[in-house]
């Protein structure tokens, strides 16, 4: 949305307000924005003194990786647990933890990447 053109956007907006859609989400506009920037983890832009904005956007990157590395993580070990004390039919699956092993191993690796200068 953020490439389109004014004229785009413009019309765009009236077709919304047309349909009852006045006030599109602010909030909802704000995270797209701030996604095409480059923001870390907790959704805000990666901003430090003294580094460029590429290098921001690198660091950015691997905190968005780490966060989801620990995410899959979690849920490998929940995975895990339930193998250990539960039946088959509450566990998650050979195909899904293997997607899941597979996942984990690319966000560490463009983590470290990212901390590298290397993407």
């Known amino acids: 949305m953020l490439d389109l053109p004014s004229h785009l956007v413009e019309r765009l907006e009236r077709t919304l307000e047309a349909h009852g859609m006045n006030d599109p989400t ?36 691997a ?12 849920i490998l070990h929940a995975a895990h647990l339930t193998r250990l004390h539960a039946g088959p039919e509450q566990q998650l699956g050979d195909h899904l933890e293997d997607a899941l092993f597979h996942a984990g191993r690319q966000l560490a690796e463009t983590a470290a990447d990212a901390l590298h200068g290397r993407h």
């Not at 905190?63 to 979690?74: D, K, P």
């Open 26 to 61: 602010p909030a909802l506009i704000a995270h797209l924005t701030l996604m095409h920037h480059g923001e870390s983890t907790d959704g805000t832009r990666w901003e430090a003194l003294g580094l460029s904005a590429v290098r921001c956007a690198e660091l950015a990157l």
């Open 63 to 74: 905190s968005r990786s780490l966060h989801g590395l620990h995410g899959v993580l979690q």
